[in-house]
């Protein structure tokens, strides 16, 4: 017997729809073909392509070198791996500072180039104007305020950010721009709940406790591929950096004893 496992695909107005029914919203960074496939195929809601790549891809120690062809490469092959999920791609750093003319050339070459569903980009109140020309151009925008990783140079370091009113004021300025969702990064749980309640739009959180109306993680960190850092927030739900050491190790063993290839494993 045949059964039709096909997922109806997460649409843009099952942000809202989940926050409002209370089901919590599933998202996990994916930058390649394979891994975004077998993320969607395990049912995530939203796979977001993010200038993390910066970071655990490229290994560098910040996001700010990332660039947006490099955002447009990762963001094609994901959205071609999607058959369910709902993609979300980074603009990167000074893609969208500049002007708001530079934002929405850069998030219309993200949707035109690599059928992405939305962006994201960084910051609050002073970016409410740059998304508002985004959202009126069409493009479906997500928000990221608290830790903001393209910021870290005037920031000072990833830390906790824990003004309140700051915070309030930033999530509330994103709403009224026109955002569909707003990731809270590195928030203490009590001011996410707070934000959490105050606005209509579902908060995804990465660092921002459990009130969240949704959860991000970095999946190189969730399947403990990455070693580099591991923040407090992060759960490791696998170990991934083991199995490759030991699964290297065990083909090296047998390539050097010629116990690979068999057979079986050869032409006649
Ligand atoms: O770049 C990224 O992966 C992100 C998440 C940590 C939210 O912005």
Request: hydrophobic residues 45%.
């Amino acid at each position: 017997m045949t059964t039709n496992l096909a997922r109806v695909p997460f649409a843009l107005a099952d942000f809202g729809r989940y926050k409002r029914e209370g089901t919590k919203i599933t998202v996990l960074t994916a930058y390649d073909y394979t891994t975004a496939g077998l993320l969607d195929a395990a049912g995530v809601d939203c796979l977001l392509v993010g200038d993390s790549l910066g970071t655990v891809v490229q290994g560098r120690e910040t996001t700010l070198r990332v660039t947006l062809g490099q955002m447009l490469y990762h963001a094609e092959m994901v959205s071609r791996a999607a058959k369910a999920a709902f993609v979300v791609a980074d603009l990167p750093f000074l893609s969208y500072q500049v002007s708001a003319a530079q934002a929405v050339r850069s998030a219309g070459r993200m949707l035109k180039q690599t059928d992405c569903r939305a962006i994201k980009l960084e910051g609050g109140q002073t970016v409410a104007a740059t998304v508002r020309k985004v959202v009126q151009a069409g493009i479906p925008v997500m928000g990221h305020i608290g830790l903001t990783p393209q910021s870290v140079r005037r920031i000072g370091g990833y830390k906790v950010q824990r003004d309140e009113e700051q915070l309030l004021a930033d999530a509330h300025a994103l709403v009224e721009a026109g955002v569909f969702a707003i990731v809270l990064e590195c928030v203490p749980s009590g001011i996410a709940a707070k934000i959490t309640a105050a606005i209509e739009v579902p908060t995804i959180g990465i660092g921002a406790g459990p009130d969240c109306d949704g959860q991000v993680l970095v999946t190189p960190d969730m399947l403990g591929l990455f070693e580099g850092f591991q923040p407090k927030f992060v759960r490791r739900y696998a170990n991934l950096a083991e199995t490759i050491r030991e699964s290297t190790a065990a083909y090296l063993a047998d390539v050097r004893t010629s116990k690979f290839p068999d057979a079986g494993e050869s032409f006649r």
